[in-house]
């Protein structure tokens, strides 16, 4: 669907301009109508010169190859309907190459920090403007201007709390009342906007027991022990935009493990009794490790068991962080962004695909792991690296 009739970009770009609902699957509903009722004069004008750019190119006594990457990460990731997606900060819009590629190359974009309680809810409810919705704000415009839809990140973490709540010496009772209107505020706030939350992040230790953090133990919210306040916060997510869908989101739980399985023991148990989780995130934060005949089949795996419970699949954060940029690391880095781009698109769950940051330049990976880096798609001078190109391919295939 994505292809065009001859590989030429333009004559694809003159076709098909995508249209992505917020249902979390590319719904292109002018592409499909456009195809049905392309019987106009100019519509038969464009093809027939599509068709003399392609003869003379034929024609031609060095015919070049059409271009692998004529198409974007995001054309062919539609035809799969699959949604590519990357963490964005506002304060980069401003740099033109940053900009085009991320309004070109996604569908999808979620920022990196700017929703994340400290960010958003920077002050106490005493004072008169405990929001800052400008940086998510500006966010949300960039997307909709280049009709990318928008996915939410994060309601409740142990991380990016702000002091006046680390400090404030709440009680349960309290921080229950904060934490609803925080999940109240934001999410409508951007209803109809946002389409889908990460409402809860990183809740399990590695090992499936309960992270003792704020909102579950330090006070917590007083809903009780196990995953009560995770089922709490996602009733009162889907209370405040009964309309978006609700993950919760981890990582290092991509294979099965002790976390995974008490991720799925807590999916299939809300499933059971209707609490309303739509998916689960894998944040898929990885290192060239995972290549690992057997590490793959068990993500794989995951994934099925996953979506055996009626869950939507997203890939939330992938990264692979490297040790070094030479170009065998680079190779082996991009098999491995091939690899796991298969696992998504050969899972019909699994609806997005979502790196986290698309240049190296800006990644997060140097700032928190000393000596490491090189994990997006695109280094530090914005040039394509061959993770682009793995998983271009992988979606095109
Ligand atoms: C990271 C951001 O990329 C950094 O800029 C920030 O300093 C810390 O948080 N898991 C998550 C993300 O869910 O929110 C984290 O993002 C990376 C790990």
Redesign the pocket.
């Given at each position: 669907m994505a292809i065009d009739y001859f590989g030429s970009p333009s004559c694809f770009r003159a076709r098909d301009k995508p249209n992505i609902g917020r249902e979390g699957l590319i719904m292109n509903p002018f592409f499909f109508r456009k195809q049905k009722s392309q019987t106009s004069l100019g519509a038969i004008a464009a093809v027939a010169l599509c068709l003399v750019a392609f003869l003379s190119l034929a024609a031609s006594p060095n015919p070049q190859p059409a271009s692998p990457e004529a198409s974007t990460l995001r054309q062919v990731a539609e035809a799969r309907h699959i949604v590519i997606g990357t963490?964005a900060?506002s304060f980069l819009l401003g740099e033109a190459e940053y900009a085009s590629i991320l309004g070109s190359e996604f569908s999808q974009l979620q920022a990196?920090?700017e929703m994340?309680f400290g960010a958003i809810h920077p002050r106490p409810d005493t004072d008169p403007n405990p929001y800052n919705f400008a940086g998510g704000d500006d966010l949300v415009a960039f997307a909709q201007s280049h009709n990318m839809v928008v996915r939410g990140?994060?309601l409740l973490?142990h991380?990016?709390v702000p002091e006046w709540l680390k400090k404030g010496g709440y009680t349960s009772a309290q921080m229950a009342t904060i934490l609803q209107g925080h999940i109240h505020a934001v999410m409508t706030h951007y209803a109809s906007k946002v389409y889908a939350w990460?409402v809860v992040?990183?809740a399990f230790n590695d090992d499936g027991t309960m992270r003792s953090t704020l909102w579950y133990d330090q006070p917590g919210i007083g809903a009780g022990v196990g995953t009560k306040y995770i089922e709490q916060s996602l009733r009162w997510a889907r209370e405040a935009d009964p309309k978006a869908k609700l993950f919760y989101?981890d990582?290092d739980a991509e294979e099965i493990n002790k976390k995974s399985d008490a991720i799925y023991a807590m999916a299939k148990d809300f499933k059971k009794r209707g609490v309303p989780l739509d998916g689960v995130g894998f944040?898929t934060?990885i290192t060239r490790k995972f290549d690992d005949p057997a590490k793959l089949k068990s993500y794989k795996e995951n994934l099925e068991r996953f979506a055996k419970l009626g869950l939507e699949l997203h890939m939330?954060?992938i990264d692979v962080r490297l040790s070094n940029g030479d170009t065998s690391s680079l190779a082996e880095e991009g098999k491995l962004y091939g690899e796991i781009t298969k696992l998504c698109v050969e899972q019909p769950a699994c609806k997005v695909i979502q790196t986290?940051?698309f240049t190296d330049k800006h990644s997060?990976i140097p700032?928190?792991y000393k000596g490491l880096g090189w994990a997006l798609p695109w280094d530090d001078n914005y040039q394509k690296k061959p993770a682009y190109e793995a998983m271009h391919d992988a979606l095109a295939k």
């Open positions: 963490a900060a990196e920090n994340k990140h994060t973490w991380n990016n990460d992040n990183e989101n990582y944040q934060h939330t954060e986290w940051g997060w700032g928190f």
